[in-house]
């Protein structure tokens, strides 16, 4: 879960500019693993800053002052992310914006990990989303219209999203959404401001704070899912038009397979029969004396599954000496950047990162299913 924010406007006032950064620090109660801005000025120039960690480490950075401007005046968009991690490093490169050529853009969500690898040179990047941006990016210096390039990239995608994108040549503000990740949107200051947010009382609470009316027709609205949402800005003094809207429709998820036998991660026969959820076909029954254990020191028992004997992220049986070592190279538990287990909890050692610090999940986010799931993929 990560937090998307923003305002735009012909020209945003000082009021605007704080408003931003009140929503901005608001929707940290999405993410606090890293927080980044994009801008775009007068004359649809882009800049952007970002940084891993809460807010507070952003917004007292001199250069977060130059890219939101000194007064306000000197933007036409502010957009904002606040990243809870999921595939990628708490790192600066990690966080959102990602700029490139024709896009710079930020997505709240995860894809499934065989989604991301159907991006553009995918193996350069750290997570999906960059990866992401880069395939539409690389669609449309291949001449292809943006329109295009973002139908054909997310009908590649599997997952969860909601992506907020400035297209630098159409000069466009685009949103979209699934019905996976929510977004909310309204009018204000008599429809000279377009302002989102990822929680629609982040709205009602930061304009009723900084006193701009929500436009009483519109209101504040849920994006459609599978739409792509576009707008230009408007000329000066000129008040929002509605959103230009195309269908844009992801790809079916994986169809989940379903079983009445455990699995045995640690190498145990598979017994019984599995039964595919998509087509109710009865496969014969299968076993297995192959490895395949998806952690070194996983096994059925949650109570004991990842304790002592600790094993690396390659199945070498670790000392307690060894044991420490890794624990204080990690620092913490690389997802909720938080805990440090100790000798006795159990732990999950995942690959190192790609600078070669050592990695892993403490005892609360190994019961967080979907966080171990995460992991498995990106073993």
């Not at 977004?183 to 008599?190: F, I, M, P, S, V």
Request: hydrophobic share 35%; glycine share 8%; aromatic share 10%.
């Amino acid at each position: 879960m990560c937090g998307l924010v923003g305002v735009a406007a012909d020209t945003l006032s000082t009021t605007a500019r704080d408003l931003f950064r009140s929503l901005l620090i608001v929707d940290s109660l999405r993410g606090i693993h890293g927080t980044g801005v994009g801008s775009v000025g007068p004359a649809f120039q882009v800049d952007y800053v970002k940084r891993a960690g809460p807010v507070f480490d952003l917004t007292e950075l001199k250069y977060y002052d130059r890219v939101v401007g000194a007064t306000g005046s000197d933007k036409r968009v502010l957009m904002g992310h606040n990243r809870s991690a999921t595939f990628g490093a708490h790192t600066t490169d990690n966080a959102h914006p990602f700029d490139f050529k024709h896009v710079i853009g930020m997505h709240n969500g995860t894809v499934e990990y065989s989604s991301k690898w159907k991006m553009h040179e995918s193996e350069k990047f750290d997570t999906d989303s960059e990866a992401i941006y880069s395939h539409i990016n690389n669609l449309i210096e291949d001449g292809k219209d943006w329109k295009t390039a973002i139908t054909e990239t997310v009908g590649l995608l599997s997952g969860a999203w909601a992506f907020v994108m400035w297209i630098k040549g159409a000069k466009k503000l685009v949103f979209l959404r699934n019905k996976e990740r929510p977004l909310y949107y309204c009018y204000a200051g008599e429809k000279k401001y377009l302002v989102w947010a990822s929680e629609p009382w982040m709205l009602y609470s930061m304009l009723a704070r900084e006193k701009i009316k929500i436009d009483e027709e519109t209101k504040v609205a849920f994006l459609n899912e599978d739409t792509i949402y576009s707008w230009s800005l408007p000329e000066s003094n000129k008040k929002w038009e509605p959103a230009e809207r195309t269908k844009c429709l992801g790809k079916e998820p994986i169809p989940v397979i379903q079983s009445n036998f455990t699995r045995g991660w640690s190498g145990a026969d598979y017994t019984g029969t599995r039964q595919h959820a998509a087509s109710s076909t009865n496969l014969a029954p299968a076993k297995s004396h192959h490895h395949v254990q998806r952690f070194p020191n996983e096994n059925h028992n949650k109570k004991t599954s990842f304790k002592n004997p600790y094993k690396d992220w390659t199945g070498k049986i670790l000392t307690k000496p060894d044991f420490v070592k890794l624990i204080n190279a990690g620092d913490v538990c690389c997802y909720c950047n938080s805990h440090t287990p100790k000798w006795g909890e159990a732990v999950c050692f995942i690959k190192p990162s790609p600078v070669g610090s050592p990695q892993y999940l403490c005892k609360m986010c190994i019961e967080d299913e979907q966080i171990l799931e995460i992991a498995k993929a990106v073993r």
